[in-house]
C-alpha cells in the first residue's frame, strides 16, 4: 500500500531545501560587473557581535566571522576609522530593481547592525548619490567614510551596498548601488 506525503513533511522539506540554499552562501551574482544581482535577498545573517574590533581572535573550528568569504548586500549605518583601520556598521538588506529606472530600490533591512573591518587593500566603488556619477569610480577609504558621514542619518536606509569578504571576515570590496 502506498502512502501519499503528508503537507507538513513536504512543507519541512521544502524549509530545509531553502535552508541549505541560504547557509550555503549563494548570492546570486551574476557576474556582469554591473552590480545587479539575479537573486536580492542576503545569502546570510549574522548575529551581532558585543566584542570590540581588537577581539581575542577566533580558534581554527570556529569561522573568522558569519560572513567570512560570501557576498553580501547591506545596510551601512556608519563608518569610521581608527588606528588607520575602516569600520562599518552593516546589517543585511535586499535590493530591487527599479520600476522605471536603471536603478535599485533598497528594501531596508531589520535588527541590529554589526560592525566588521575593511581589509586595508579594499576596494571602494562608489555611485550616486555617494559618487560623483551614475556608473560605480573608484574611491579611497577615507574618501568613503567622509561622504558617508556627510550624509543625514535619514537618508542612509535609502542606500545599500554589495559587499565581499574575505577568509577572515574582512571587507575586500564595497560598491554602492545607484539609487536616484
Not at 583601520?85 to 547592525?113: D, N
Amino acid at each position: 500500500m502506498r502512502v501519499a506525503p503528508r503537507p507538513a513533511a513536504v512543507g519541512c522539506l521544502t524549509a530545509l531545501a531553502l535552508t541549505f540554499v541560504t547557509l550555503t552562501g549563494c548570492s546570486g551574482d551574476n557576474g556582469d560587473g554591473d552590480g545587479r544581482s539575479s537573486a536580492t535577498t542576503p545569502a546570510s545573517s549574522p548575529t551581532p557581535s558585543a566584542s570590540s574590533p581588537a577581539a581575542e581572535a577566533p580558534s581554527p573550528s570556529t569561522p573568522a566571522s558569519p560572513w567570512a568569504g560570501t557576498k553580501q548586500f547591506v545596510q551601512i549605518d556608519s563608518a569610521r576609522t581608527d588606528d588607520g583601520a575602516t569600520y562599518l556598521s552593516v546589517r543585511t538588506a535586499q535590493k530591487k530593481p527599479h520600476e522605471q529606472f536603471e536603478a535599485w530600490v533598497i528594501v531596508p533591512g531589520e535588527g541590529p547592525y554589526t560592525e566588521v573591518r575593511m581589509a586595508d587593500d579594499a576596494q571602494v566603488l562608489l555611485s550616486v548619490p555617494l559618487g560623483d556619477a551614475k556608473h560605480p569610480a573608484s574611491y579611497s577609504q577615507t574618501d568613503f567614510v567622509t561622504r558617508l558621514t556627510a550624509q543625514p542619518s535619514s537618508a542612509r536606509p535609502n542606500l545599500g551596498y554589495d559587499l565581499s569578504f574575505d577568509a577572515e571576515g574582512r571587507v575586500t570590496r564595497l560598491q554602492s548601488l545607484y539609487t536616484p
